[in-house]
């Protein structure tokens, strides 16, 4: 049996091979970028509802989401945080008229459901919905109140389970949507400290688990898709002193 031979000079190729495969690489980089990679999704014609706005990785994928062309409706809790993210944003480039901000408690589903009706009277129907919106206690066992838990499993999950169902039957309707949910490794393993913020993260990678899971059984998994993310720990204030 014969190996495949390898040329001794390999070595010596012309050095615009090695030129060549810098500009192609350059050029994927670029068109990656800029949303036109032609074996990904085109994104420039679709209505993203992201909660979280105002901060941290919300803030920043408003800003991706805003180069790739996306019409923005941009929700949080914290208006101010909000304002400063939309200046932000026009500051970078991204069209004040792909811009809209809605204050939304989504601990609350009648804020979700006004919120969503404003960024249906904005732009149309959502067809990607970015659950990114948390919050952490960062307290242990004994010193967790009704409170901390009810918050945290409010806005961590069943926020989510509130704003699939508020855009699903659109998406259902359109035959077109992406949902994004932002977990967390939290949601894949235990940590000290964070009880009722890890019980969270898991029930949302679970929710998301069971929804693709269904939408493969009803079809609509054709046309719409699903997406899960579980970060580490991210300097954006939220995780700040963590180890």
Not at 44 to 70: E, P, Y
Not at 92 to 102: A, K, S
Not at 149 to 156: E, P
Not at 185 to 210: N, T
Request: charged content about 20%; hydrophobic content about 45%.
């Amino acid at each position: 049996m014969k190996l495949l031979a390898v040329p001794s000079n390999w070595m010596k190729q012309p050095k615009f091979l090695i030129v060549l495969v810098i500009l192609v690489r350059a050029l994927y980089v670029i068109m990656n970028e800029r949303g036109l990679n032609p074996f990904k999704k085109n994104l420039s014609k679709d209505h993203v509802f992201l909660t979280g706005a105002g901060m941290g990785i919300g803030k920043l994928m408003a800003l991706r989401l805003g180069k790739l062309g996306c019409s923005l409706s941009l929700a949080d809790i914290n208006m101010k945080a909000l304002e400063e993210t939309a200046y932000w944003l026009v500051e970078e480039g991204i069209p004040i008229e792909n811009i809209c901000i809605i204050k939304c408690d989504v601990s609350r589903v009648a804020s979700i459901h006004k919120a969503a009706d404003k960024a249906r009277e904005r732009f149309g129907h959502v067809t990607v919905l970015i659950n990114n919106a948390g919050v952490i206690s960062g307290q242990p066992l004994e010193s967790l109140t009704q409170n901390h838990i009810l918050r945290t499993m409010n806005v961590n999950c069943l926020a989510h389970l509130h704003t699939v169902r508020e855009f699903y039957p659109d998406m259902k309707a359109n035959r077109r949507g992406h949902i994004v949910t932002i977990a967390s490794v939290a949601g894949l393993m235990g940590c000290p400290g964070m009880l009722d913020y890890c019980a969270s993260k898991f029930a949302s990678i679970g929710m998301e688990e069971s929804l693709r899971f269904e939408l493969n059984k009803s079809g609509d998994s054709r046309f719409i898709k699903t997406t899960c993310i579980a970060p580490y720990l991210i300097n954006t204030g939220m995780f700040e002193g963590g180890k």
